[in-house]
């Protein structure tokens, strides 16, 4: 199922500005950035279990928002881009 997943971390302090990079290191370990704090993650339920239960263990939520975005496994109508950057098909290997 593809899952976009949307954050705003509160960055004026050091904390703040460690959250925003561990959220953002647990969202590439599971899919694509697609924008600035919005990854697109084809996963396995399993899977989504353990990245929501990650991100939720990093955030605060005194002063960060996490959004979910559950598009299923239909997705491929429901995703238009348009724009400079090509869009990455999430379905193909990733090479690191």
């Not at 600035?36 to 005194?62: G, H």
Request: net charge positive; with cysteine.
């Amino acid at each position: 199922m593809l899952m976009l997943v949307s954050y705003d971390v509160s960055t004026t302090d050091a904390a703040g500005k460690r959250r925003l990079r561990r959220i953002a290191k647990a969202c590439q370990n599971y899919g694509i950035r697609v924008q600035y704090s919005l990854f697109e993650c084809n996963v396995n339920p399993a899977q989504w279990v353990r990245l929501k239960a990650t991100l939720e263990d990093i955030f605060d939520p005194e002063t960060d928002s996490l959004r979910y975005y559950n598009l299923g496994d239909k997705y491929a109508t429901r995703v238009e881009h348009v724009g400079a950057r090509p869009a990455l098909d999430v379905e193909q290997p990733m090479l690191l």
